[in-house]
C-alpha cells in the first residue's frame, strides 16, 4: 500500500513570493548556505549574481556546441572527399582529386550548420524543454512572475525539506507571501 493516499495531493515544494530581486537573491544565497539544494528561482527578468546563489553550475552547452562543430567538419570533409576521389573522380587541370583548399566553404558551412543545430538542440534538452506544464504554475499569484515579482522555490525533493522549517525560513528572509504547490 502506498504512503500517500490517492485522494491527498502531492506537494511539490514551497513557493515564497518577494517583491524586490535583491530580496530573492538573498534568500536564495541564505537558503544555499542553509543546505537546501533543490531549489529554483522565477523572475520577470533576469538578475545579475542569482544563479550563483541558487548554486548553478557551468553549462555543458559548450561541449555539445563543440562537437557538433566537429561533426559537422567532419561530415563536410568525409563528404567532398568521398565525392571527388572514390564516387565521381574528375581530373581537373592537373590538380590532385582531393584538393583541400576547395573544401574549406562547404565544411565552414556544415561546422556552423551543425555547431548552430546542436546548440539549439542541446538547449532544448538541458533545459527540459518544451514544458507545457510545471507545478508552480498553479500558484495563484505566479502569474506576476512575469510582471513585477520575484519567487524562490524549494522543492519536496530536498533532502532537507520540512514544510514548517522552510516556511519559517521564508517568513525570516521577508517573503512577502508562502504558498504549498501541489504536483
Same mark, same amino acid.
Given at each position: 500500500?502506498?504512503?500517500?493516499?490517492?485522494?491527498?495531493?502531492?506537494?511539490?515544494?514551497?513557493?515564497?513570493?518577494?517583491?524586490? $530581486?535583491?530580496?530573492?537573491? %538573498?534568500?536564495?544565497?541564505?537558503?544555499?548556505?542553509?543546505?537546501?539544494?533543490?531549489?529554483?528561482?522565477?523572475?520577470? =527578468? $533576469?538578475?545579475?549574481?542569482?544563479?550563483?546563489?541558487?548554486?548553478?553550475?557551468?553549462?555543458?552547452?559548450? &561541449?555539445?556546441? &563543440?562537437?557538433?562543430?566537429?561533426?559537422? #567538419?567532419?561530415?563536410?570533409?568525409?563528404?567532398?572527399?568521398?565525392?571527388?576521389? *572514390?564516387?565521381? $573522380?574528375?581530373?581537373?587541370?592537373?590538380?590532385? &582529386?582531393?584538393?583541400?583548399?576547395? =573544401?574549406?566553404?562547404?565544411?565552414?558551412?556544415?561546422?556552423?550548420?551543425?555547431?548552430?543545430?546542436?546548440?539549439? &538542440?542541446?538547449?532544448?534538452?538541458? +533545459?527540459?524543454?518544451?514544458? $507545457?506544464?510545471?507545478?508552480?504554475? +498553479? /500558484?495563484?499569484?505566479?502569474?506576476?512572475?512575469?510582471?513585477?515579482?520575484? =519567487?524562490? #522555490?524549494?522543492? /519536496?525533493?530536498?533532502?532537507?525539506?520540512? %514544510?514548517?522549517? *522552510?516556511? /519559517?525560513?521564508?517568513?525570516?528572509?521577508?517573503?512577502?507571501?508562502?504558498?504549498?504547490?501541489? %504536483?
Amino acid at each position: 500500500m502506498s504512503s500517500n493516499p490517492m485522494h491527498l495531493p502531492r506537494v511539490y515544494g514551497l513557493l515564497a513570493e518577494f517583491e524586490r $530581486p535583491e530580496e530573492l537573491v %538573498e534568500a536564495a544565497r541564505r537558503a544555499r548556505e542553509a543546505g537546501y539544494r533543490r531549489m529554483d528561482a522565477y523572475t520577470p =527578468f $533576469p538578475i545579475h549574481g542569482l544563479s550563483d546563489a541558487l548554486g548553478f553550475g557551468r553549462t555543458k552547452l559548450p &561541449l555539445v556546441v &563543440l562537437a557538433g562543430g566537429l561533426i559537422g #567538419c567532419a561530415t563536410a570533409l568525409g563528404m567532398q572527399w568521398f565525392s571527388t576521389t *572514390i564516387h565521381y $573522380p574528375i581530373n581537373v587541370g592537373g590538380r590532385p &582529386l582531393a584538393s583541400w583548399p576547395s =573544401f574549406i566553404p562547404i565544411t565552414f558551412e556544415l561546422t556552423v550548420l551543425f555547431a548552430a543545430v546542436f546548440a539549439v &538542440l542541446g538547449m532544448l534538452g538541458m +533545459n527540459g524543454l518544451p514544458m $507545457p506544464y510545471h507545478p508552480v504554475f +498553479n /500558484a495563484p499569484r505566479f502569474a506576476f512572475a512575469s510582471r513585477d515579482r520575484f =519567487f524562490l #522555490c524549494i522543492e /519536496a525533493k530536498d533532502p532537507l525539506f520540512n %514544510e514548517r522549517s *522552510i516556511r /519559517a525560513f521564508f517568513e525570516s528572509v521577508g517573503a512577502r507571501e508562502v504558498v504549498e504547490v501541489e %504536483e
